[in-house]
Antibody
């Protein structure tokens, strides 16, 4: 079964770039048919979708974050990555990667990685 | 896109049924009969419980069911069990965008 695991620094300084990687096991990103998303959850708050990437490199970002987000894919490593630039304390959150299933104007996320807490602080 | 509206909290006793609502607009929930629902226990990642409005993934109890009327989707949990106590989130497709509800804390009394 497919499993996802996030990795990256847990502490980022304000104005710097947050970088996370999601490693997929049990399935190949390049097999197609699925999108791969990043979702975050501010402490004690709800979920916020950040964006997705397809194995071809096609991306779509949440308009509210679009100017600061870049999602990329490395099919040779079966990984996809998130970069969020010019971070502030408001970007402190648990970041999840998830397989994004899109079918007939529908979308759902399954499975999810365990999540990684990223704190923005000097 | 604005977040979908869910009640902050609901509660029920073991064995009872509860329903969590998720209200959107004609641009999301109303246009697409395809809301998904997630269960999240403290400190854990969300788990898919319902997709395409009413379908259950393999392994999810049939005590969980989903429905929709107009711009409001609903998650019903029947035969409440202590393990159902968690946060629940709805999620809707909205064009290429995705919008989540604010979450509902379910307390099993």
């Amino acid at each position: 079964q497919v499993q996802l695991q996030e990795s990256g620094p847990g502490l980022v300084k304000p104005s710097q770039t947050l970088s996370l990687t999601c490693t997929v096991s049990g399935g190949s990103i390049s097999s197609g048919g699925y999108y791969w998303s990043w979702i975050r959850q501010h402490p004690g708050k709800g979920l916020e979708w950040i964006g997705y990437i397809y194995y071809s490199g096609s991306t779509y970002y949440n308009p509210s974050l679009k100017s600061r987000v870049t999602i990329s894919v490395d099919t040779s490593k079966n990984q996809f990555s998130l970069k969020l630039s010019s971070v502030t304390a408001a970007d402190t959150a648990v970041y999840y990667c998830a397989r994004d299933i899109r079918y007939s104007s529908s979308t759902w996320f399954d499975p999810w990685g365990q999540g990684t807490l990223v704190t923005v602080s000097s | 896109q604005s977040a979908l509206t869910q009640p902050a909290s609901v509660s029920g006793s073991p064995g009872q049924s509860i329903t969590i609502s998720c209200t959107g607009t004609s641009s999301d929930v109303g246009s697409y009969n395809l809301v998904s629902w997630y269960q999240q226990h403290p400190g854990k990642a969300p788990k898919l419980m319902i997709y395409e409005g009413s379908k259950r993934p393999s392994g999810v109890s049939n005590r969980f069911s989903g429905s929709k009327s107009g711009n409001t989707a609903s998650l019903t949990i029947s035969g409440l069990q202590a393990e159902d106590e968690a946060d629940y989130y709805c999620c809707s497709y909205a064009g290429s965008d995705v919008v989540f509800g604010g979450g509902t804390k379910l307390t099993v009394l």
